[in-house]
């Protein structure tokens, strides 16, 4: 009988191996792919995974946490990218990587359920050296992780109805290793302090490092309720990462970020950085005075 349990489902492939098969023939090829193979395996382990299966060029790996099932994702993109058995000349080896956390069916040393569905869809949603990841897997991370995520993209999965955000994992960052959440957090210690105050008529919110997440739509329990026919019930997010601002559309009609300088900008289902002070307008672009228009500050503490 299968026992119910939340699990961590991580894919990994490698990108076009038929194509390897053609350039580098059989022999070459296969023993490519094994090596592959072998660092995703040994990544799983090393961060507390177990490996269900292997097909062909692809495993499937459980984590008990979402935390653990990224360690390992990232040091199974960084150990393939530097493999000195994998440098083929003029034939690069890449692999890409989709993960999902939610409940499963655990039974007879598998796994079963739409969690496992969702997250393979993921893998066919990554590109050769992308980690990409759901809404519901970002909201297990611990802060750390969560910083190292953007949002790429909205999609209807095959199967589905419901329309999924989709994220990537920014492992290649310049202090992001296979240990990504305690080097980040010491890297931060070091940083001076800044904090990001919004503002409308009549409510304020402060993003520091202890509050680094903000929500901001129509819908009763974002962090900033702004209402409107063309701002969505969650609209954007702002997140603290590496001691910048950084706004993330999710809507339909997009974000526009005026600064005080008169430097304008648009984002729609994308990030960009915020500096300074100036203005933010969800769904049309901001105006002083009107009440759906969010002030924002920029300070060091």
Known sequence: MGKDIELAILFADVVGSTRLFEELGDVRARDTIATCIDVMRTATERHNGTVIKTMG????????????????????????????????????????????????????????????????????????????????????????????????????????????????????????????????????????????????????????ERRPHASLGRAEDNDLVVKGNLISRLHARIEVNRGKFVLIDQSTNGTFVQSTGGEESFVRRDSMQIKGEGMIGLGRTPEHGAPGTIRFACEEV
């Open 57 to 208: 060029d692809e495993v499937m790996s459980t984590f008990p946490s979402a935390d653990e099932a990224l360690n390992a994702a990232a040091q199974m993109q960084q150990q393939i990218s530097v493999h000195a058995h994998l440098k083929n000349d003029g034939h690069p080896v890449a692999i890409r990587i989709g993960c999902h956390f939610g409940p499963v069916v655990l039974e007879n040393r598998d796994v079963f359920g739409a969690t496992v569905h969702t997250a393979n869809r993921m893998t066919s949603q990554a590109k050769a050296g992308q980690i990409v990841t759901t809404a519901t897997t970002v909201e297990q991370l611990a802060p750390e992780w969560r910083a190292s995520v953007r949002q790429i993209d909205v999609a209807t999965l095959k199967g589905q109805g419901n329309e999924v955000t989709l994220f990537e994992v920014l492992w290649q960052t310049e202090d992001v290793t296979s240990m990504v959440p305690a080097i980040a957090l010491a890297g931060r210690e070091s940083r001076r302090a800044v904090r990001l105050r919004l503002r409308t008529p009549d409510q304020e919110f402060v993003l520091d």
